[in-house]
């Protein structure tokens, strides 16, 4: 049995998309057909699939190589 509700945008890594929504399988064909604009990052979505036929999904990126938000900053003293 094909999954009814989807989560609308779905991404092609494990990270969660900032803002999702729990929509209908209708509710995605009708978006796709009017040009919404999460679309195209969406892997159920024509476009994304055009764009990668193999269907290649990349893998997340590494936590150890991402930042905090945080810099560090060397102070010089004068």
């Known amino acids: 049995m094909e999954e009814y509700y989807i989560l609308c945008p779905t991404r092609p890594t494990e990270e969660p998309p900032l803002i999702s929504h729990l929509i209908s399988t209708d509710m995605c064909q009708k978006r796709q ?4 604009h999460r679309c195209p990052n969406c892997v159920r ?3 994304w699939k055009a764009a990668n036929p193999g ?11 991402q930042g905090t938000g945080a810099t560090s900053a060397t102070i010089s003293e004068s």
């Open 45 to 47: 979505s024509r476009i």
């Open 33 to 36: 057909a009017e040009n919404f």
């Open 55 to 65: 269907g290649a999904v990349s893998s997340p990126p590494d936590a150890s190589r």
